[in-house]
């Protein structure tokens, strides 16, 4: 099976970067759509990015303007730009993929965590 391993997060102040990364591994495999979802203490899981095989790709509201989705396709690995970091970004961030071969349903990463002081 495919396997995701996020990095990149940390903890920063409002207002500044920080750029995630998540790298796919497996054997035999291709994936149609990878994307990021993030979930912050006591909140469901909240979409915030994806980006398809075709070059689509699309971004929460609370986000647009702020965060860049990106993918690097013979690394298969998709990157997370977050500019203009707030406070209510805070959150473990997960990475996502699914479609294509050699995958089920949608395989997770494990999370990497962000934090974003006032």
């Known amino acids: 099976q495919v396997q995701l391993v996020e990095s990149g997060g940390g903890s920063v102040q409002a207002g500044g970067s920080l750029r995630l990364s998540c790298v796919a591994s497996g054997s035999r495999f291709s994936i149609n759509v990878m994307g990021w979802y993030r979930q912050a203490p006591g909140n469901q899981s909240e979409f915030v990015a994806l980006?398809?095989?075709?070059?689509?790709?699309n971004l929460a509201d609370s986000v647009k303007g702020r965060f860049t989705i990106s993918r690097a396709y013979l690394e298969n690995t998709v990157y997370l730009q977050m500019n203009l970091l707030k406070a209510e970004d805070t959150a473990v961030y997960y990475c996502y993929a699914e479609g294509g071969r050699g995958i089920v349903g949608r395989r997770w990463g494990q999370g990497t965590q962000v934090t974003v002081s006032s």
């Open positions: 980006t398809t095989d075709s070059g689509t790709t």
